[in-house]
């Protein structure tokens, strides 16, 4: 038997994993053709998925804004502040004094940025070492704190809308199609998380005939305070519209 202890990075996360758990987060799964993403892609080089997605996401932030909500749990009551920028948090593995994490950088004002930009800024935001991202100071701080404070320090910050929009923004998102993965439960503390699954080719009818077209995996994860079932329901409606209609430029 091998005793490994925890790394300071390791507890932050459990705690963080810790903080998210304490909320039930349902989560809903959908799939969506896949063409019209898969021809973009390939009509723009460097272009992946994930800007367009998160760009997708964003425009449909636009129509049911509770999507960008901040939510404040506080002793007296919960409190839920919809922001008007989308801050989309995304993870992305990094290495740091020899230990490989997942990382959750956040890209700024989604919905204002056009996806050559978002493009650029995740590829810079997936090459910095860690200890080079945007506002890492407060988190290489954090993780120097005592296991047994962690937990309430980040509880208490999560208390504040603006403090945590800057460390988590607003939205989750996580890529996992690369590993195969077609459906998973995100453990996030934001409101909405996006986890995208993998593209499978599969038959469908077009025009009363079956073809083979490729087929997007995406799940929701999302806090049953802010909205319901129903709502969500909508929401991954309109995200697979604007997929399927595929004019990405527009929006």
Not at 139 to 147: D, N, Q, R, T
Not at 241 to 247: A, C, H, M, P, S
Request: with cysteine; aromatic share 12%; hydrophobic share 45%.
């Amino acid at each position: 038997m091998q005793k490994i202890a925890l790394s300071r990075i390791r507890e932050s996360i459990a705690q963080y994993v810790r903080l998210a758990s304490h909320v039930f987060r349902p989560f809903f799964t959908i799939e969506v053709k896949a063409d019209q993403l898969e021809k973009y892609r390939l009509d723009h080089e460097g272009i992946t998925f994930t800007p367009l997605l998160m760009k997708v996401i964003a425009a449909t932030a636009r129509r049911y804004p509770l999507m960008n909500a901040v939510v404040s749990r506080r002793f007296f009551g919960i409190k839920v502040f919809v922001q008007d920028e989308v801050d989309m948090c995304f993870a992305v593995e990094k290495t740091y004094k020899g230990e490989t994490f997942v990382a959750v950088p956040v890209i700024r004002d989604v919905q204002k940025k056009s996806i050559q930009t978002l493009a650029s800024e995740i590829r810079t935001m997936a090459e910095l070492p860690y200890e080079e991202l945007p506002g890492i100071k407060p988190v290489l701080l954090f993780h120097k704190y005592p296991y047994f404070v962690k937990f309430a320090h980040l509880k208490s910050l999560c208390r504040f809308p603006r403090v945590f929009k800057g460390l988590f923004g607003t939205i989750g998102f996580s890529n996992l199609g690369k590993f195969g993965v077609q459906v998973a439960s995100p453990t996030w503390i934001n409101a909405v998380t996006f986890v995208i699954g993998s593209i499978e080719e599969k038959p469908v009818i077009v025009d009363g005939e079956i073809k083979s077209m490729p087929i997007l995996h995406v799940t929701m994860g999302f806090d049953h305070a802010v909205f319901d079932g129903a709502e969500a329901g909508r929401i991954l409606s309109a995200f697979k519209e604007l997929i399927e209609n595929g004019n990405f430029d527009a929006l």
